[in-house]
C-alpha cells in the first residue's frame, strides 16, 4: 500500500529519515490536502494519451496521481537531494521520467510531444518567468495548470479597469481562469498568503502582430502605472528612430478610440494589438 503523502505526519517521517528540511529560498510547501489535488487533477482533464511536464514535483504527491491518469509523466526538480527522495517514493512507477535541472534552463523539448500538459505546484517566485518561458516557446504546452500566489492569479485574470503589465503579457498568449482558491493551511510547512489553481490555455490561432513591437508599446504604456497613456507612450520612437511627439501620440490613440486622458491599466488586450497594427501609420 501506498504512502499518503498528503498526510502532514508522513511528510514529516520522509523528512526526518532522509535529513531533509523543506527549503525556503526554494519556496518548498507541500500539498497536504487531498480535495485540492483532487481538483488540480479533475481540471486537467488528462487522458492515457496524454504526457505531462510537472516542474518541481517535490515528494510526488501531484506525480503519482498525474502518473496514473496518463500516459506519461516528466518532472523536472532543482533541488538534489529532493530528486533522490522523490525516485524513492515513485520507483513503483514505470511511466515517470525524474529529471534534475533549472525548469528556466531547460530546452530539451524533444522530450515532449506537441501536445503535452504543463501541471505543477510551483513556488511563488517562479510564476512570471515560467509562464512567459512557455506561452513564448515554440513548442507551447496544450494548456497550463499552476498552483500559484493567490493574488498572482487574480492579476493574471484581470479586466481592463485593472490591467497590468502580467495580466497583458498572459492574455495576449492565451485565455486564463481561476479554478479554485486554496488556504495556505493546506501546505507544511504553511506560506504566508493563499494561494490559487489557475487554467492558462494558449491561444492556437496565429498572432496577427509582432510580439517584439507590441510588448515594447505596452511597456511603454506602464512605464507609469498612474500617468496618462498619452504621457507614458510618448518616449516610444518612430521605426525611424525618431522620438514621437506628443500630439502624434494623441492622434495615434485617438484613431484607435483610445483617450488620451486613459491609463494604461483600462485597456484591453484589443486595444493593445491594434495600436501596434496601426503604429506603421505614425512612423
Known sequence: M?????????????????????????????LINKP???KIIKSADLTKDDI???????????TRELATNSKRVITIEKDKRITEILRENLKEYNNIETLEGDILKFNDYSLLT????????????????????????????????????????????SKPGDMSLLSVSVQFYAEAKII?????NCFWPAP???SAIIKIIPKKERLLVDSDLFFTIVKAGF??????????????KSLNGVKLTKYTISEWLSRN???QNQRAETLSIENWINLALSFKEIS
Open 114 to 157: 506537441k501536445n503535452y500538459k504543463l501541471i505543477a505546484n510551483i513556488p511563488y517566485y517562479l510564476t512570471s518567468p515560467l509562464i512567459r518561458k512557455f506561452l513564448e516557446s515554440e513548442n507551447k504546452p496544450e494548456e497550463i495548470i499552476l498552483m500559484i500566489q493567490k493574488e498572482v492569479a487574480q492579476r493574471i485574470c
Open 180 to 184: 479554485s482558491y486554496v488556504s495556505k
Open 52 to 62: 505531462v511536464l510537472e516542474v518541481g514535483p517535490g515528494l510526488g504527491t501531484l
Open 223 to 236: 512605464s507609469h502605472p498612474r500617468k496618462q497613456l498619452v504621457n507614458n507612450l510618448s518616449v516610444l
Open 192 to 194: 504566508k498568503i493563499d
Open 36 to 38: 485540492t489535488l483532487d
Open 2 to 30: 501506498e504512502l499518503d503523502l498528503t498526510s502532514h505526519k508522513n511528510i514529516k517521517e520522509i523528512m526526518t529519515k532522509h535529513g531533509y528540511r523543506p527549503n525556503k529560498i526554494l519556496g518548498q510547501n507541500f
Open 257 to 259: 478610440s483610445i483617450n
